[in-house]
């Protein structure tokens, strides 16, 4: 059975980092896109982050520009969220995602189907 599994998430005060790591269990999931999406309570689940199967094409939130960072090692089939200057409206439920389709873009992420999520690790940031 596929798995996603992230790991990373925490308790940090405003300012810090967090580094999150999403790993696949599945070798195949190397040419596909994979994104990070976010779910704050009481609100809709929202698009943070994609990168493409090379590595080299890369998309974000607007509002996330400049603060967090997606990398990924295919070697490891692990994608990673580097965040920092992390602040209280940060604070969700991270979910790791595959695109379903090999031709989704990262920039097309946030709206395309999702073929797999991982089961959401907790991000806490504290005033």
């Known amino acids: 059975q596929v798995q996603l599994v992230e790991s990373g998430g925490g308790l940090v005060q405003a300012g810090g980092s967090l580094r999150l790591s999403c790993a696949a269990s599945?070798?195949?999931?190397?040419?596909?896109?994979m994104g990070w999406f976010r779910q704050a309570p009481g609100k809709e689940r929202e698009f943070v982050s994609a990168i493409d199967w090379s590595g080299g094409g890369t998309s974000y939130a607007d509002s996330l520009k400049g603060r967090f960072t997606i990398s990924r090692d295919n070697a490891k089939n692990t994608v990673y969220l580097q965040m920092n200057s992390l602040k209280p409206e940060d604070t969700a439920v991270y979910y790791c995602?595959?695109?379903?389709?090999?031709?989704?873009?990262?920039?097309?992420?946030?709206?395309?189907?999702?073929?797999?999520w991982g089961q959401g690790t907790q991000v806490t940031v504290s005033s």
């Open positions: 995602a595959v695109a379903r389709s090999l031709y989704t873009t990262p920039g097309a992420m946030g709206a395309s189907p999702i073929a797999y």
């Open positions: 599945a070798r195949t999931f190397s040419s596909y896109t």
